[in-house]
């Protein structure tokens, strides 16, 4: 079973870049097609997909998140990153970095999240 | 649009059935993913596909789908099942990720 982990700063400054890590284990980061995803959650609030990384280096970007993310891949490291940029209190929040796997069977195609890290707090304060 | 819908809170008697549901465009397109979070934890992944449980979850969950809405249905609800719920989709024009805003389950 793969598992996920993320690392990196729990305060950053307002107007600087936050930038975590996440660490994958018992599995290739580049065997398979998964997107490697982003996800963050404020403190009593809904989920937010951020963007994700596709195993061929494809990306996505939340179009409210766009101008200020990066999602890179580190395939020899097994590990991917998120770089948010110009962040302000809005951007306090809990981070996961997750798998998202798919299928298409049945009527419909199905995309789940079946691997998360266990989330790390982030804090925009100075 | 790009959004999926739910209610913010559902009760339910222990022991008894509660449907939580998410209406969308994109379940017209994309079967919903459920996850169920527990307070301070990830999110867990419950059902996916038609009405799919990974290992280890209860057959007392369970998913279906109908048009633009899909639905989650916990048979004989337990006092641990009480948990924040998220249904999830693709986006129906695009490969963006869609959640919806999450159902607080109280059993009671």
């Known amino acids: 079973q793969v598992q996920l982990q993320e690392s990196g700063p729990g305060l950053v400054k307002p107007s600087q870049t936050l930038s975590l890590t996440c660490t994958v284990s018992?599995?290739?980061?580049?065997?398979?097609?998964?997107?490697w995803t982003w996800i963050r959650q404020p403190a009593g609030k809904g989920l937010e997909w951020i963007g994700h990384?596709?195993?061929?280096?494809?990306?996505n970007y939340n179009p409210s998140l766009k101008s200020r993310v990066t999602i890179s891949l580190y395939t020899s490291k097994e590990q991917f990153s998120l770089e948010l940029s110009s962040v302000t209190a809005a951007d306090t929040a809990v981070y996961y970095c997750a798998r998202l796997d798919w299928r298409d069977s049945g009527s419909f195609p199905s995309y789940y999240f079946d691997s998360w890290g266990q989330g790390t707090l982030v804090t925009v304060s100075s | 649009s790009s959004e999926l819908t739910q209610d913010p809170a559902v009760s339910v008697a222990l022991g008894q059935t509660v449907r939580i549901t998410c209406q969308g465009d994109?379940?017209?397109?994309?079967?919903a993913t459920w996850y169920q979070q527990q307070p301070g934890q990830a999110p867990l992944l419950v059902i996916y596909?038609?009405?799919n449980r990974p290992s280890g979850i209860p057959d007392r969950f369970s998913g279906s789908s109908s048009g633009n809405t899909a639905s989650l249905t916990i048979t004989g609800a337990q006092a641990e099942d009480e948990a924040d719920y998220y249904c999830?989709?693709?986006?129906?024009?695009?490969?963006?990720?869609?959640f919806g805003g999450g159902t607080k389950l109280t059993v009671l």
């Open positions: 018992g599995g290739s980061i580049s065997i398979g097609s998964y997107y």
């Open positions: 990384i596709y195993t061929s280096g494809s990306i």
């Open positions: 994109s379940l017209r397109r994309y079967y």
């Open positions: 596909g038609k009405n």
């Open positions: 999830h989709s693709r986006d129906s024009s695009s490969n963006h990720q869609l």
